[in-house]
């Protein structure tokens, strides 16, 4: 159901045929990437932040899940540090998260990209509409720590998104523009979702469910996408400084997670 949820089509992308197929042949994508996490919580490095062209400022989505993850995993116990852009850490620094510039990848447990460009086919970068991307990106994290062995997962929404590797021809039959756009960078686990935002809280609650405890209470969605948006990271649809993510107004935002909370406790009653 949680699956489901997340992967409700509200902005009509085309993630939802991507989302059948792939759930056909990966029916546990949401448990796997829990029982990674739930695993390997111990220190987590969690990337994000998605340039949006051309003004290549990141967009309100990506940063409130990665919170939501950062949150979780202290709720836990471990210790979770962010890799992202000055504008993402200027935005999310009253929630006392821990920032680093040069991560040393071989010294984490887990790495888990949430909206974060993937290089396409061509070894460049693009964004929805096939637009370039020509800011510094943050896939060389995720695609060091396969290297040296390191778990990782991916969040995407799009296509666009490291993760998307291992899923790279559904995007191609599916998504607009996706034999350019389409990322090559694959992770051990993908969730998929329709805002990458909702993985990230998708990714919570199932790990809440399978730990047996809720590990995001009081989630405030709209006092979180205010604050960001204040602070100056765009809605990468209608690129303006509005309290949105991807052209879906906070209602919807805040329903979903309203939904998601209530599977959670209803999971643990």
């Known amino acids: 159901m949680i699956a489901h949820l997340i992967n409700t089509d509200v902005g009509n992308r085309g993630v939802l045929r991507v989302y059948l197929d792939y759930r056909r042949e990966n029916p546990n994508f949401l448990h796997n990437s829990a029982k990674l996490f739930l695993d390997n919580y111990e220190r987590v490095l969690i990337v994000t932040g998605f340039p949006i062209p051309p003004e290549m400022r990141a967009e309100t989505d990506g940063p409130p899940g990665t919170l939501a993850i950062a949150k979780a995993v202290e ?8 890799l992202t852009y000055p504008e993402v850490e200027n935005a999310l620094d009253a929630f006392g ?12 447990s887990l790495v888990i990209a949430v909206e ?15 637009m370039g991307i020509t800011r510094e990106t943050f896939d060389w994290a995720v695609l060091r720590a396969r290297d040296l062995g ?15 590797g291992r899923i790279r021809d559904l995007v191609v039959r599916y998504v607009p523009h996706g034999e350019k756009i389409a990322s090559v960078v694959e992770t051990d686990e993908l969730v998929l979702s329709a805002v990458s935002n909702w993985g990230a809280y998708g990714l919570v609650a199932q790990a809440s ?25 765009i809605d990468g649809v209608s690129k303006t400084r509005t309290p949105t993510v991807d052209g879906i107004s906070l209602d919807i ?11 959670v406790n209803e999971a643990l009653r």
């Open 75 to 82: 709720t836990l116990g471990g210790r979770a540090e962010i």
């Open 97 to 108: 998260l821990e920032f680093v510039r040069e991560p040393g990848v071989s010294s984490y």
């Open 116 to 130: 974060t460009p993937g290089r396409a086919a061509d070894g460049r970068y693009y964004s929805m509409s096939g």
């Open 150 to 164: 390191v778990p990782t997962i991916g969040i995407g929404d799009g296509g666009n998104e490291v993760g998307m």
């Open 209 to 233: 469910i399978e730990f047996g405890r809720e590990l995001l209470p009081g989630w405030d969605e709209r006092t979180i996408v205010r604050a960001i948006s204040k602070l100056g990271l």
């Open 253 to 263: 935002h805040e329903r979903i997670v309203e939904l998601l909370n209530a599977l």
